[in-house]
Each structure stands twice: as C-alpha cells, then as structure tokens.
C-alpha cells in the first residue's frame, strides 16, 4: 500500500534549506484540488494524502526517485526539476506538518499523479503507473468532500498512546500521517495511519525503528494501537 509514497534513500540532506509553516490537512486539501483538477492527464481523483514531517529539509533532484521499487515514473506537466520537503519546526502542533503530498487516481490509465504542498504553493510533482499498487489507489473513495478529522487528533492520541515516549527514547528522524480514501481494502472505511521512523529519508542502508497505529479517518477512533517494529532504511 505505501509502495509509491515517500521512501527512504531517495532524498539528500539539506541541512541550512528551509523550516516551513506547519499546515493542517484541512488546510492543504483545497490547494492541491486546485492543482488536480487544472493538471493534464485527467480527470483526476483525489483519493490519498501524506503528511511528512521532518526536522531538516530534504530534497530529490526529482520525483522519479522519491516512489517505491518497481513503478515507473515521469515529471507531471508543470512540474519543478526538483522538489524539496520544508522542515517542520518543533513548535508544530503534533499532526500539522510543512510538507503534504496528495495522491490523484486516474482509473481509466491507470495513473496516480503526486502533488506537493506547503504553505506556499501547490504543485503537480511526478505521475506514476506499472506498479502492483495502482490499483489500490484507483479503487478508492475520494477525499474531497469527505468529512473526516484532521491528522491533529489522530497524532494527539498517538502520543498520549505511545508517541511521545518513543520521541523521547529514540531519535525519530520524521513523522507521516497518511491518509487513505474509503476502500474495499478497509473493509468501506477511510483511515489515517501514523507513523514515527528513526530511519533518515536520506538513508540508503541500514535499519530503523517504526512505530505505526490506524484510526477510523471520520471519527479518529483508534483500531490498531501504536505498534513499534524494526524496518530497513
């Protein structure tokens, strides 16, 4: 399912780049409508969304590099040559980040394209396609127009539930709430999932530490607790 999110290993520090404004998703949603329903390609569906939290900026020289193994990428028309992730300051209210990618589904090419957000700007990033995921996406219930909470409540327990300790005990290099339109895959629902990593977004080897828990997306009901597991960079 996160097969064509953000990965680890595929950005490059950017240690002095910018701290960004920390956004709501109820505040990133209407820019990145905005840019999926002007983008060519469509029409577009906007089904998924991430919100990555990081404490330096990092940046790709491209989205190409930034999906998972085995989907095929291109620029989307627009798009900049490269892209970078603000960092989000430690003031944040937990749940509100500098950076929000959104996913838009295509089902009759079967095509998501990736659309990047901060406070500044809205902006079509990459398209992506041939890969076992797509159809995941594409067979999910739009965002827009759906009622759900903001991530500030699905991190608020988070935390109370385990997040903070783990802040505390390890070294989180960022925090991704993430989430998903109705699906069959959810058995009807939306969720958000939560998720703490102490694996860099620049790493390219090694293992980490992930701390992860789902919540009901309409009413932030928790129905998997925060879990830690061990991953690989």
């Not at 959104?102 to 990736?114: G, M, Q, V």
């Not at 991704?176 to 694996?199: K, P, Q, R």
């Amino acid at each position: 399912m996160l097969a064509v999110l953000f990965v680890t290993g595929a950005f490059s520090s950017h240690a002095s780049g910018p701290t960004g404004t920390p956004l709501a998703y109820s505040q990133a949603l209407s820019p990145a409508q905005s840019v999926s329903v002007n983008e060519t390609g469509g029409p577009w569906t906007l089904v998924a969304a991430e919100g990555i939290g990081v404490k330096s900026a990092v940046s790709a020289p491209n989205i190409a590099g930034t999906v998972g193994s085995g989907c095929t990428s291109s620029l989307a028309t627009g798009a900049p040559a490269s892209y970078t992730m603000d960092a989000t300051p430690s003031s944040a209210t937990p749940g509100e980040v500098a950076a929000w990618v959104f996913i838009a589904a295509n089902p009759s090419n079967d095509t998501l394209l990736l659309i990047g957000v901060n406070a500044s700007s809205a902006v079509p990033l990459g398209l992506v396609s041939n890969c076992s995921s797509i159809s995941e996406f594409t067979g999910m219930g739009p965002i827009v127009g759906l009622t759900v909470v903001n991530a500030t409540v699905v991190a608020a327990s988070f935390n109370l539930n385990g997040g903070s300790s783990f802040l505390r005990s390890t070294s989180v290099s960022y925090q991704a709430f993430v989430l998903f339109g109705n699906s069959s895959l959810f058995n009807g629902e939306a969720l958000w999932v939560v998720l703490y990593s102490t694996c860099s977004l620049t790493a390219t080897s090694g293992t980490g530490t992930l701390l992860a828990a789902t919540y009901t997306a309409t009413t932030g009901a928790n129905l998997t607790s925060p879990t830690q597991e061990p991953e690989d960079c």
